[in-house]
């Protein structure tokens, strides 16, 4: 299995659209045979640069979407277009997505052995300036990730993930397992990073209270449905689902309040 | 450097480690040594010292051919050594690699490698030595492969359990989505994880293979005479076992504290680990 | 004051070093009072509520100070006596509503534990009690659910069925430790509005441990900020907010994103 090459079932109309589906339906079978549909004919964008959210509860999906692009689920239906060549992504818990029996500094410089021909010095440069853009001293890299706090680990992961620049950068639920300050650093650094580098990044997360300033668009997924997507500001103001109406009353988010 | 080997020789130090360790690295010196030099020759005979007592010429005494028993003990803690050795190491190897498969693949693949494990499984490991010795006859490199061989499932199937577990964690994902290939990941992402668990079966492991081994010398299956093995020794001995009973006791001692040796060993690192 | 917490101090002895967790934390809990304690991971947020509710292990650790519950030190009581008032008078909810709750054992039989130990009751008497609770926690279909095993509800479900278990010896204080923290979003202000509303009715003091300012923010009346061990302001919960003094206080509620919709 070959994971997120460009692949495309079909070509979108417009060269601004790095990531496209039409009509993707998933669906899984469980142990007794029986199917559930995970993903119900989604048709959505992602636009070259932008920052998508993507918002939901458990087993909405979304998930399952960003697997989608990422080639490790296969969709029954629908087609799809993914513009990027290997995306990347970063996951919910920072202690179990970083290698526990190599150094950081050796799961930094994995990207460019795979990917590249740069020799050993020139990864360990390479390494070194990343570390410094995730705001990670040098000597991070001689360290294994279980003597990091959860803020380096994830900075890591984020600094790994860029490693090759990477076109597409798909975020799950990247500071849910954070303490809240931290969780402040480090949305700042993904975005001060976004700014950059210029990727484009979808934005998994169940806190509307963090994608209201830190997407660009947000599209709200129920049961494999998209109820509702739009820009935070005129969403949150009037929203049209009465889904989302719920997810922001839940939040504490009513019209004009804190 | 030297710092990195005293912090590490601190972490191992507790008392199941030290004299674990102090007993294997006796065995393995008498295994060494019992390769190029005994005291006495194994297998020249003595009519006059027939089950003579131990004393100061021949400390463990002697056989009912008029042997030193201690040479004779050297020759076979080295024969059971190199033997329990090479049965881990074909067993560990071949059950690292089907174990990684099935557990990392998963799937149809996996079934059908499980079952067939199952089945080799079922026989008791000595049993099914048996079989394979039956087979191709007896000797010291048959013995070896046919324990190693009944050696695989165990293996096999912690391996799998770990890497089933490991294929779960987001590390492997990242990996596949770095673009590493299946047997980069298999090898060098995950293998260096599981090499705790691996340790203390590859520990009790050995433990099983020296009692397999002296099991089948026992039977007289195992290495052939004149050679001597620990086994077969004790076999022999039964017939004095009140006229010559340190013909009996010494190669039993020895069995017992080879495997004491390795069991502390074991449990002295698992205890440093857990720490 | 119904609980008053003096000069408490927790030290570990399991390591080398002892290591202090908790250092002279002083509060006190009201009648009715729902309270924040509020903090990052590592700030012994936790270890104060646990010693409260008498959970922390006898061996291995140093308390000292003391925790006044009815002229009781709840620090120096005996096991059996404190035995007496977990369940009855002080009760806990957990965050993790998934292994809280016994998986071999139904709903039912779960819920009553706390009469069955504290309460003389015949088994009629208990059952019927136990699922007034039931429905008093907004559980449709009572009957039902007191017959069930865990694995047959949601997480929502569950979080209540432990808070009706907490609440069925109508207790003075409720421990509420991130009692939402691994539920959806929905699910939470759920759930959230039954504590509000158990409060309200009842009259239970309740101890609300988060580290999600914005929640606090919403329920508790008076708030304490812990970091490292100590705490660092406490008072009321609107006030802080509006004006905060402490410094890392000031990060804290700098770290809520803000939704200010124009």
Known sequence: ?258 | MLQSIRKTLKKYNNFFFNVGMIITLVFFVLAVVGCFYTPYNTTEMNVALKNSSPALAHIFGCDNYGRDIFSRVMEGIRNTFFISFFTVMIGSLAGIVIGAISGYYGGKLDEILMRINDVMFAFPSVLLALVIISLFGSGTMVVTLALGIAFIPSFARIVRSEYKKQAALDYVQSAKLMGAKDIRVIFVHILPNILPVLVSSVMIGFNNAVLAEAGLSYLGIGVQPPEASLGRMLSEAQSYLFSAPWYALFPGLAIVFMVLGFSMLAEGISAAKSR | MLLEVKDLTIEFHDHDRPETVVENVSFSLDKGEILGLVGESGSGKSMTAMAIAGLLPRKKMKKSGEIIFEEKNLLTLPRNDLRGLQGDEIAVIFQEPMTALNPTMRIGRQVEEALLLHRNMTAQDRKNRAIKYLKAVELDDAERIYESYPHELSGGQRQRVMIAAAMINRPKILIADEPTTALDVTVQAQIIDLLQRTNKKLGVAILFISHDLSLISRITHNVIVMQNGHIVEQGNTDEIFANPQNDYTKKLIAAIPKVELN
Not at chain 1, 6 to 21: R, T, W
Not at chain 1, 31 to 36: A, P, V
């Open chain 1, 1 to 258: 299995m070959s994971l997120g090459s460009v692949k495309a079932s079909y070509i979108p109309d417009s060269p601004d659209i790095l990531v496209s589906g039409r009509e993707i339906t998933v669906s899984f079978s469980d142990r007794n045979e029986k199917r559930t549909t995970v993903l119900d004919g989604l048709d959505f964008d992602i636009y070259r640069g932008e920052i998508l959210g993507l918002a939901g509860e458990s087993g909405s999906g979304k998930s399952t979407l960003a697997k989608t692009i990422l080639g490790m689920v296969k969709y029954d239906s629908g087609r799809l277009y993914v513009g990027a060549d290997k995306p990347q992504m970063i996951f919910q818990d920072p202690y179990s997505s970083l290698n526990p029996a190599k150094k950081i500094s050796w799961i930094m410089q994995e990207p460019l052995r795979l990917g590249t021909n740069l020799d050993k010095n020139t990864r360990k440069q390479k390494v070194s300036e990343m570390l410094s853009s995730v705001g990670l001293s040098d000597e991070i890299g001689d360290h294994k990730p279980n003597e990091l706090s959860g803020g380096q680990r994830q900075r890591v992961c984020i600094g790994t993930a860029l490693m090759r620049n990477p076109e597409l950068l798909i975020a799950d639920e990247p500071v849910s397992a954070l303490d809240v300050t931290v969780q402040a650093q480090v949305l700042e650094l993904m975005k001060s990073l976004h700014k950059k580098h210029g990727f484009t990044m979808l934005f998994i997360s169940h806190d509307l209270r963090t994608m209201y300033n830190f997407c660009d668009r947000i599209m709200i997924l129920q049961k494999g449905k998209i109820v509702e997507s739009g820009k935070p500001d005129e969403m949150y103001r009037n929203p049209k689902a009465e889904y989302t109406k719920l997810l922001l009353e839940s939040a504490g988010i009513s019209s004009g309040a804190v």
